[in-house]
T-cell receptor, first 114, second 113 residues
Framework: EAQVTQNPRYLITVTGKKLTVTCSQN?????MSWYRQDPGLGLRQIYY???????DKGDVPEGYKVSRKEKRNFPLILESPSPNQTSLYFC?????????????FGPGTRLTVL | AQTVTQSQPEMSVQEAETVTLSCTYD???????LFWYKQPPSRQMILVIR????KQQNATENRFSVNFQKAAKSFSLKISDSQLGDAAMYFC??????????WGAGTKLIIKP
């Protein structure tokens, strides 16, 4: 089954404690992206990656890092989380070429930073 | 920069009736994609319908259809025969040439039994 997986699904942590949210897709997609969702703001892009070792900032990259060492994985790293990073996070991927218009979303990660 | 606006924070409709959710966008591009996503309480993002800007014909998926007005930059979603399972947040989104998805703020749809 084609899917995007994220782990963990829920996380409560404290300010300053480094964390990583993993994202993995099994569809061999080149393009992957991270979004955060906050009430009244829709989804906003944090970072995206066009392919392995190619990453770029989205609209709200401050406080986040990403890496793309292999095509299937695109982890989101919070080096020193702060309460304003409490949010719902989505990972997504898109194939180049066929069906380029459709993004596949992970199930979301609910992060709370105390 | 592209923007997407959903002017209705909340809409309600009687079960089995028809409801239309509004979406407008701003862009200088000529070729792009537009989407409606549904987000139920589970928080999962579910693609409802998509429209390619170069296609004049409005997309339809069962009870869901769009009214795409390219010149007016309008992309509304019509849900016919509303069902209780349609209750969710609905997001309009625009996919630009850099494959970035620009989102509206969402419309909460309430279905009255």
């Amino acid at each position: 089954e084609a899917q995007v997986t994220q782990n963990p699904r829920y996380l409560i942590t404290v300010t300053g404690k480094k964390l990583t949210v993993t994202c993995s897709q099994n569809m061999n997609h080149e393009y992957m992206s991270w979004y955060r969702q906050d009430p009244g703001l829709g989804l906003r892009q944090i970072y995206y990656s066009m392919n392995v070792e190619v990453t770029d900032k989205g609209d709200v990259p401050e406080g986040y890092k990403v890496s793309r060492k292999e095509k299937r994985n695109f982890p989101l790293i919070l080096e020193s989380p702060s309460p304003n990073q409490t949010s719902l996070y989505f990972c997504a991927s898109i194939p180049w070429g066929q069906n380029t218009d459709t993004q596949y979303f992970g199930p979301g990660t609910r992060l709370t930073v105390l | 920069a592209q923007t997407v606006t959903q002017s209705q924070p909340e809409m309600s409709v009687q079960e089995a009736e028809t409801v239309t959710l509004s979406c407008t966008y701003d862009t200088s591009e000529s070729d792009y994609y537009l989407f409606w996503y549904k987000q139920p309480p589970s928080r999962q993002m579910i693609l409802v319908i998509r429209q390619e800007a170069y296609k004049q014909q409005n997309a339809t998926e069962n009870r869901f259809s769009v009214n795409f007005q390219k010149a007016a930059k309008s992309f509304s979603l019509k849900i016919s025969d509303s069902q209780l399972g349609d209750a969710a947040m609905y997001f309009c989104a625009y996919l630009d040439s850099n494959y970035q998805l620009i989102w509206g703020a969402g419309t909460k749809l309430i279905i009255k039994p």
